[in-house]
Nanobody, 116 residues
Framework: QVQLVESGGGLVQPGASLRLSCAAS????????MRWYRQAPGKERDFVAH????????NYADSVKGRFTISRDNAKNTVYLQMNSLKPEDTAVYYC?????????WGQGTQVTVSS
C-alpha cells in the first residue's frame, strides 16, 4: 500500500522557520526522485523543490531559493523541506510527490500559514 504522509505544517509569523516531513511507504523510496509542490487558495499547484534519488542534486523554484532546503534520508524513507525566513506569500498547502518514469505518487498535503 503506497503512502506519502506529510507533517510539520502550522501557523507561524513572518520570518519564522518550519521543517516539513514526508514519510513514504509501500514502494522502493530510493529509486524515486522527490519533489515538493504547494497550492495557495485559488491558485495552480506550483513546483517548490526537487531532489534526486540519492540526494546528490537539488533544484528550487526562484521564489524559495536561498530560503528553503530539500533533503532526504533514504534509510528512513523520508524527504524534508526546511523552510526559513517564511513570508505570507508562502502560505499554501504543501504536497509531497514521488516520481519514477510513469509512476507518480502524491501525499494529501499539510497546511502552512504565515501570518502576523
Amino acid at each position: 500500500q503506497v503512502q506519502l504522509v506529510e507533517s510539520g505544517g502550522g501557523l507561524v509569523q513572518p520570518g519564522a522557520s518550519l521543517r516539513l516531513s514526508c514519510a513514504a511507504s509501500g514502494f522502493t523510496f530510493s529509486n524515486y526522485t522527490m519533489r515538493w509542490y504547494r497550492q495557495a487558495p485559488g491558485k495552480e499547484r506550483d513546483f517548490v523543490a526537487h531532489i534526486s534519488s540519492i540526494g546528490g542534486f537539488t533544484n528550487y523554484a526562484d521564489s524559495v531559493k536561498g530560503r528553503f532546503t530539500i533533503s532526504r534520508d533514504n534509510a528512513k524513507n523520508t524527504v524534508y523541506l526546511q523552510m526559513n525566513s517564511l513570508k505570507p506569500e508562502d502560505t499554501a498547502v504543501y504536497y509531497c510527490n514521488a516520481k519514477r518514469a510513469t509512476v507518480d505518487y502524491w501525499g494529501q498535503g499539510t497546511q502552512v500559514t504565515v501570518s502576523s
